[in-house]
């Protein structure tokens, strides 16, 4: 094969997000690997954005909040899902939930978007409670999620709240929650957010 086309098939797999020259022009791909190599010495040397803090509190509920987690199996659920969040470099701060719905505490990396995040949790999840026989009546989760931003301060706090679930939910219905977080958050309340 050409020189020139596996040069240009590695920098698009390298660089999606730099110009890709046209075939025939050796000089334009010489420059295009010249400053491909810069910033990766440049972004190794100076590792910026490396004190970043993301704190999120998410809720994900099952298809119409049926009580489907299997209490008893819902810590191997919980350690998938760590697995998961661990893949994407983001650090589990604390995982705890109901039959109906789980808390998500997590530090976000700097480099991760939370729509990923949550899409690869809810997907990847969702296929190995159906394949795996554990959760026999689960079949999906919820349209939407929730989540929040939380400052450090707050973190303790939040840590508590989520560790402490199951006696909550002796008190409180996971409607009345969910109503109470999004109306303190958000403008409007909406019956459609429970999905």
């Given amino acids: 094969m050409d020189e020139r086309i596996l040069r240009e098939d590695s920098l698009r797999t390298a660089a999606p997000y730099l110009p890709i020259p046209r075939r025939g022009y050796m000089c334009d791909i010489k420059k295009t690997?010249?400053?491909?190599?810069?910033?990766?010495?440049?972004?190794?040397?100076?590792?910026y954005m490396s004190c970043v803090c993301a704190l999120y509190h998410i809720v994900i509920n099952t298809r119409e909040r049926r009580k489907t987690i299997t209490p008893s199996e819902k810590h191997v659920l919980y350690k998938y899902i760590t697995g998961i969040i661990a893949r994407h470099k983001c650090r589990l701060v604390?995982?705890?939930?109901?039959?109906?719905?789980?808390?998500?505490?997590?530090?976000?990396?700097?480099?991760?978007?939370?729509a990923s995040l949550m899409a690869e949790?809810?997907?990847?999840?969702?296929?190995?409670?159906?394949q795996s026989g554990k959760f026999p009546y689960f079949d999906g989760w919820g349209h939407e999620y929730y989540a929040v931003s939380l400052s450090p301060k707050l973190a303790d706090k939040a840590?508590?709240?989520?560790?402490?679930?199951?006696?909550?939910?002796?008190?409180?219905?996971?409607?009345?929650e969910f109503r109470r977080f999004v109306s303190g958050n958000l403008s409007e309340w909406s019956d459609k957010m429970l999905t």
């Fill in 33 to 47: 690997l010249l400053i491909l190599k810069f910033y990766s010495y440049f972004c190794k040397k100076y590792n």
């Fill in 121 to 130: 949790i809810k997907r990847a999840s969702s296929i190995w409670m159906k």
């Fill in 159 to 176: 840590i508590e709240y989520v560790k402490n679930q199951e006696e909550h939910h002796m008190q409180v219905s996971f409607e009345d």
């Fill in 94 to 114: 604390r995982i705890n939930g109901i039959a109906n719905h789980i808390h998500i505490l997590v530090d976000l990396s700097a480099s991760v978007a939370l």
